[in-house]
């Protein structure tokens, strides 16, 4: 039997049965490994027993390359020499890189993590170039190998410690996707970072629990701990909702649905609270699909939704009727408290009392009729906000929101102890997915205001539940500088924001205020929403050398683990380099599949199997996502792009302009005879023409981003999810202009 590894025999077979008895190793490409002669193999580092976990997935004893330093146990050293590691010495870097061609020239297989050290985020932080230096050298190829699953193990740095948490008590199922191999002269950190997402993106797919049920696995969470607090609704008078209550009423509400509601698809119209989680919940334990409709986007849009979803039955409430009169109520349209009522009437609700709090919790989720595996099946429907065109309703499946779901866990902005603030509109993917799916999911408590635009009832529920975690659009987030006193944030530990471009004015103005810095985060409906997110900085221990970063100022964060992305040209659609600006595509587990009914807009969705997100953007060199805007918000005048978003910012900050009740100024780009388009300025404030021209220039900016069009508005039209209601902000700008740049 040909030896696996470099130890000396006896090590080698106890390190290999301690590694199969923890670890459940699955290998994807491991053809790919040449089978013979000399290359570099390149891997993220997640833990320190990536090593091993290589080692048992690659067929070929492995040489590894390693950073001796300060901090590090002290058995490391012999271990080093016992595995013939190639070390890097402090100051003395040359030797281990002159052993390493070496070895390479001899036809064996050095393993580098170009990372330079474990990450600390659980992300792909920046690379090296050390690698492509020894693959010149030694003229062997190099070899991409992904690592997924280790993240959250004892051995890495989740929650910001090693070693000391609690240990899994199954084999952890790991995946190792090794890439085709990189020739020499190939070889760079662009192919690289870009081989290391893609294979990581393949490795996350195959996660066992993606192809379960999410239903089952939320049924499965809340039996867990019965007594649990999962929901503080302060809609009105106060009420806590424990775990067992939500499953019990959701339970009994699900079977009377089962009989009573039409079709495969349920409407949900009601704002967040105990009320919409019990309605979800059960129509998801019915073996329906929940579809929260946007009650603020119009009835002719309601309609059109409605009928493409097949909707007949919608569940809300009496005062949320009262609100919306123009809703298109269909005749299937139930009330959410007399059908609650109506099914827990009687003794038939104390079975199942019973049982949530004495079955184990698969047999409580058995006893609902949820299936083991949900997987690509839709398990919910969303229809995006139209900010720029027609609503369309997105098809998002067990795998998507069971993906985001693990993708957010497993990053330290929402942890399972963090009491979070659920406002945002259920409607939104934002709200469906962060604040409804995801406590339930994974154990935190959600403390609910029904309306993100009731400011002063945020504040004081913040101050009163002691809330940690704050998530909203920067639409939302705006008029807390006013309207809320340092003193009732103060127990807020992390403030995200998210669903539209966070300026730099309103993050400074925040930490100003309130002494919280917003993180930044990037995603879309298709995404499920999260596709990338910045966070706190990592801690710097004994055991690590140097600083790592996890967020950036200007930056919407690194990618979420599982993704990948490509940048594209605007024009051609030829790829560029990641760290150019283009057209940001996305793949991944929790990237949807398609929109309801196909179409036209999903043929344009999707290039070659990538998810066109529509905005311009691009990587930096440690990894982190920049985003410029919409391509829909720039304007292509003279054969140049022009972003709308940079002269808003620019002017924002030229006139000082007070935008805590919603932007003030808003740039259009409209039909022009002579150079394709012009831009025009909307303005919720009195601005001279020449001014403007003046500013702007001095400012720096060329003078075709100057607007030559203005317009005066009393206020700039808003979506029910906060942001700028581009279609109709369109209409006033094609209009007759107030004035004419000079």
Known sequence: MPRRSHLPLPLELIAGALGKLLYRVRALGAENVPASGGAVLVANH??????????????????????????????????????????LAPGRPIAGMRQAVKALRAGEIVCVFPEGQISRTGQLMGLRPGFATLARRAGVPVVPAAIDGLWGSVFSFAGNRYIWKSPRLTRTAVCVAFGRPIPPGGADRESARRALLDLGAEAFGERPVLRRHFGREVVRELAKRPGRRVIVDCTAARREISAAQLLVVSGALSRRLRRTAEGGRVGIVLPPGAGAFIANLAVICAGKVPVNLNFTSGRVALEASMAAAGIRTVLTAEAVRERVPDFPWPAGTLDIRAEIGAAMKGRAILPWLLAVWLLPNQWVAGLLGLPRIGDRAEAALLFTSGSSGDPKGVVLTHRNILANCAQISSLSILPRTCTL??????????????????????????????????????????????????????????????????????????????????????????????????????????????????????????????RQEGKRRGAVGRLMPGMTARIVDPESGANLPLTARGVVCLRGTNVFSGYLGGGAAEDAAFRDGWFVTGDIGGFDDDGFLHIEGRLSRFSKIGGEMVPHGRIEEKLAEAFALDQSEGPAVLVIGVPDAEKGEALVLLSTVDLDPAAVRQELARAGLPNIWIPKRFRRVDKLPLLGSGKVDLRACRDIAAGPSNGEAV
């Open 46 to 87: 997640l833990s320190y027993v990536d090593v091993v976990v290589l080692q048992l997935a690659c067929r070929r004893p492995l040489r590894f390359m390693a950073h001796e330093g300060p901090g590090q146990p002290r058995f490391f050293p012999l271990l080093f020499r016992l595995a013939r590691v190639i070390s």
């Open 421 to 546: 603030l659920g406002c945002l509109p259920l409607f939104h993917s934002f709200g469906f997915t962060v604040t409804l799916c995801y406590p339930l999911m994974r154990g935190c408590t959600l403390v609910t205001v029904p309306s993100p635009l009731d400011t002063r009832k945020i504040a004081e529920t913040i101050a009163a539940e002691q809330v940690t975690v704050l998530v909203g659009a920067p639409t939302f987030l705006r008029p807390l500088l006013r309207r809320a006193k340092r003193a009732e944030l103060r127990s807020l530990e992390l403030v995200v924001a998210g669903a539209e471009r966070l300026t730099e004015e309103l993050q400074q103005d925040f930490l100003e205020a309130f002494h919280i810095e917003i993180l930044q985060g990037y995603g879309l409906t298709e995404t499920a929403p999260v596709a990338s997110v910045n966070q706190p900085n990592p801690p710097t221990t004994t055991a690590t050398a140097g």
